[in-house]
């Protein structure tokens, strides 16, 4: 079983930067791709950025590529989301989420979710 807990969202104006964490209970946190989506009001839940479980390969969805960047501390059980150049259209909650042994953008192949944490951009 994993806990996952996200801190770090707020509200913040365009052009503003933003790291989000999410912390993992666990001792076997390095086996574990995880990932980092959002969910914008009535729209559906959508892939931002994964991670490895060594950390070696990241991926980005397209709305993100070039301006966020996720990175991952397995020595603290810690993954981050930095966000920059952040626009109104970034505004969602943010959930991070494990995938034990795999590396995937796909929502149904993670097992462990977080609560999420809001991020507003105002404009």
């Known amino acids: 079983q994993v806990q996952l807990v996200e801190s770090g969202g707020g509200l913040v104006q365009a052009g503003d930067s933003l790291r989000l964490s999410c912390a993992a209970s666990?001792?076997?946190?390095?086996?574990?791709?995880m990932g980092w989506f959002r969910q914008a009001p009535g729209k559906e839940r959508e892939f931002v950025a994964r991670i490895s479980g060594s950390g070696l390969r990241t991926s980005y969805g397209d709305s993100v590529k070039g301006r966020f960047t996720m990175s991952r501390d397995n020595a603290k059980n810690t993954v981050y989301l930095q966000m920059s150049n952040l626009n109104p259209e970034d505004t969602a909650v943010y959930y991070c989420?494990?995938?034990?042994?795999?590396?995937?953008?796909?929502?149904?192949?993670?097992?462990?979710w977080g609560q999420g944490t809001q991020v507003t951009v105002s404009s």
């Open positions: 666990g001792r076997t946190f390095s086996r574990f791709g």
């Open positions: 989420a494990a995938s034990m042994n795999s590396y995937t953008s796909t929502p149904s192949e993670y097992q462990f």
